[in-house]
């Protein structure tokens, strides 16, 4: 079992910064794929990024691509998302996830956190 606990969303006017934090608990969390992803109101949770265990690669929606940085601190089992240069479509409910075998599909994620919400004005 693991559990996931997200941080750091809030208000925030376009073209500003966030980075949200998710603290993971549980057997064997270092070794998970981690996730981000979002919802907008109305409309499907969606793939945003997300990075293999033990160092591995990252993978990015191509809407974020350049734009936001998922890493990992495996000392503080904590899993970070740098976003820059929101815009108001960045506004959403995030969530972070882990996976045992996945990386951009939702039903390849095996737990769940509560759940952030970044809302970037214009």
């Known amino acids: 079992q693991v559990q996931l606990v997200e941080s750091g969303g809030g208000l925030v006017q376009a073209g500003g910064s966030l980075r949200l934090s998710c603290v993971g608990s549980?057997?064997?969390?270092?070794?998970?794929?981690m996730g981000w992803f979002r919802q907008a109101p109305g409309k499907e949770r969606e793939f945003v990024a997300a990075?293999?265990?033990?160092?591995?690669?990252?993978y990015y929606a191509d809407s974020v691509k350049g734009q936001f940085t998922i890493s990992r601190d495996y000392a503080k089992n904590t899993v970070y998302l740098q976003m820059n240069s929101l815009k108001p479509e960045d506004t959403a409910v995030y969530y972070c996830?882990?996976?045992?075998?996945?990386?951009?599909?939702?039903?390849?994620?095996?737990?769940w956190g509560q759940g952030t919400q970044v809302t970037v004005s214009s």
């Open positions: 990075r293999r265990s033990n160092g591995g690669s990252a």
């Open positions: 549980g057997r064997s969390f270092s070794t998970y794929f």
């Open positions: 996830a882990a996976s045992r075998v996945g990386a951009t599909r939702r039903d390849e994620y095996d737990y």
